[in-house]
């Protein structure tokens, strides 16, 4: 792996966390609702274990109910529990005012991140993330589950703590297959190391679920056909995502088998109210203009992103597909290989509460009364970006 580098801020976040675990400081995690975020999540979470000092709180992005990422009203919630050492997995990176905000409260923040930074990065924050201005990682496209593995590795050893790497690189392959990113350097050498280890591995959870879906070859096809897409169904409970306590517990076979049946049947479930939304796209939406716009307030958010994947790669333009809530709507962003997601919304960013993500796969937020403006603006912008 590419490590004659370190990546920006890893070491300063080795150091507090290590002295915050030593120090029995209060310690919450907050990660993103999809399986990257709840993978890193259970990552640090068990370096935590490991050294003596568990999370106080963890808590992850009910994007329906809190809004996307490092949001006001995740900061509401979490408020009482401040001061602490906040650590924000997989989001945080374009949150501007929720970082300023928390620090406000009394949070000292660390953000674990791989999204695309905008122009300014939080200013009251150690921001962990390759993709910074400064960062001279080589490689730019981990996960945030495979940082977060780099930053545990790094934690446990300077804890003088036996590592086994194994535990945790398995959740670091997982995520890095489910966020589809490049598969090459640092990211391949995650993924082919895992699958020699999966067949044993200790997790309960991921025991079972090779046993229900019938696994027999371990790789990549498998992996990602069979267990991803279970894990990735997972719903929440008040503030926790379900695959959370799915993959980090370690004692009740009974229990996670229980779970990992109601997780297979939520990705049926999802399965099918995805054909069936891309049904009423295909069928009843005007999809001639050069991006596709359409949203609805029956359209869960947890499916959008696959949604907008459909549809981008079927006709091969930009997907622009959102919730519409009571006064807000969210939305996931797919566009083609060439295009950049981040760069079609900037000369609409006046308009948005926020957006960011990756180059092809992003997100925004917006009031309701500017969906059209924003589906003007992009459509105006579109021949000067592209």
Known sequence: ?????????INEAVLR???AANNKEKIIIFGDGDLDGVSSAVILEEALEILGNPASFIFFA???KYGYGLSENVLKLIEPRAPALLIVLDCGTCNLKGAELAAKMGFEVIIIDHHQ???ILPERALIVNP???????PFKELCAAALSYKLIKALVFAAGKPFSPEQFLELAALATLYDQVPLKEDNEQIVNQALFSFPQTKRIGLKILYELMECRIFDRPEIQEKIIP???AAGYRDYKNEAFPFLLEKRSRQKVKKMALELMEKSRRKKERISEIMIEIKEKRDLSQVIIFEGSKDWPLSLLGTIAS??????RKPAFIYHEGEEQSQGSVRVPSEMDAIMMMTPCAKILLNYGGHPRASGFGLKNENLE???????DNYQLVF
């Not at 459909?310 to 006709?315: G, N, R, V």
């Open 131 to 137: 993709k910074q201005s400064g960062d001279e990682y």
């Open 117 to 119: 930074p905008l122009e």
């Open 62 to 64: 009910n994007r329906e």
């Open 1 to 9: 792996m590419a490590e004659n580098r370190e990546i920006k801020g």
């Open 17 to 19: 966390i290590l002295a």
């Open 230 to 232: 279970i894990l990735s």
């Open 373 to 379: 403006k924003f589906r003007k603006c992009l459509i």
């Open 310 to 315: 459909k549809l981008c790669e079927y006709y």
